[in-house]
């Protein structure tokens, strides 16, 4: 992965990813903050599978965030996850850092900016975050 990668959005469980991905364009599935530390790194890639399957022609990415759980992204890495958030200040970060690039995946040391599907008035521009081009016939937001 790489910094342009696709636009993040948090989410919180499927009918968040669904939301995202219904939309149709490229999108990055961004844990909330420190999710595999309370919901589990085998959760998150579960929770991806699904996604993936349900959306199989959809272009996803995907971070799990570990704050600053070096053993929990040491394990998310082993069991196939492939981009990640830890904290820098972690104990063990560059050996996280090493085990990652053996792998090809990639650990960022900050989170990527990113809507949240769990805050409603963020959710609401959703569209606009993807920019999502308008259909043909829809206002483009000016007044004639």
């Known amino acids: 992965m790489s910094s342009d990668r ?6 919180h469980g499927l009918a968040d990813a669904r939301a995202a991905l219904i939309v149709g364009v490229p999108v990055t599935l961004l844990s909330a903050p420190g999710a ?5 790194c085998a959760w998150w890639l579960a929770l991806v599978a699904r996604a993936r399957a349900e ?14 759980a070096s053993g929990l992204a040491v ?7 492939r981009a990640l958030v830890l904290n820098p200040a972690a104990s063990g970060w560059e050996s996280v850092v090493a085990i990652a690039a053996s792998l090809g ?3 960022l040391a900050d989170r990527p900016e990113a809507i949240d599907m769990s805050k409603p008035a963020e959710a609401r521009w959703l569209h606009d975050w993807l920019r999502v081009p308008a259909t043909p016939g829809d206002s483009d937001g000016t007044v004639s």
Do not use: K, M, T, Y
Not at 36 to 40: I, N, S, Y
């Open 6 to 11: 696709h636009p993040a959005v948090v989410i």
């Open 36 to 40: 595999a530390l309370f919901a589990g």
């Open 55 to 68: 959306f199989a022609d959809a272009a996803i990415d995907d971070i799990l965030d570990c704050a600053d």
């Open 75 to 81: 394990g998310a890495l082993r069991i196939g996850q």
């Open 105 to 107: 995946a990639e650990v």
